[in-house]
Nanobody, 115 residues
Framework: QVQLVESGGGLVQPGGSLRLSCAAS????????MAWHRQAPGKQRDLVAS???????NYADSVKGRFKISRDNAKNTVYLQMNSLKPEDTAVYYC?????????WGQGTQVTVSS
């Protein structure tokens, strides 16, 4: 059974940094697109960043220059480095894998940016 497990969330002050990790088990996603999405209370789940198997990245305008997505295919893991965090970054962050037949999702990790 495929499982995606996020970690690294927590409470941070504005301007601070966090690094999220998503470890996949059950199969290998070396050649699949992977992404991070986030959802704040009462809002839609939105794409934050994505990365292809070849390492090509894409970012939401709101996080460009502050966040960086990366992957380690040998470890079947995707990361999200978040710098210069703002209160509006507060959300539950979800890992996503785009397999040919379906999408897989992690359980989410809470990120709270507050003074």
């Amino acid at each position: 059974q495929v499982q995606l497990v996020e970690s690294g969330g927590g409470l941070v002050q504005p301007g601070g940094s966090l690094r999220l990790s998503c470890a996949a088990s059950g199969t290998i996603f070396t050649y699949y697109n992977m992404a991070w999405h986030r959802q704040a209370p009462g809002k839609q789940r939105d794409l934050v960043a994505s990365i292809t198997g070849g390492g090509r990245t894409n970012y939401a305008d709101s996080v460009k220059g502050r966040f960086k997505i990366s992957r380690d295919n040998a470890k079947n893991t995707v990361y999200l480095q978040m710098n210069s965090l703002k209160p509006e970054d507060t959300a539950v962050y979800y890992c996503n894998v785009q397999a040919p037949t379906r999408d897989y999702w992690g359980q989410g990790t809470q990120v709270t940016v507050s003074s």
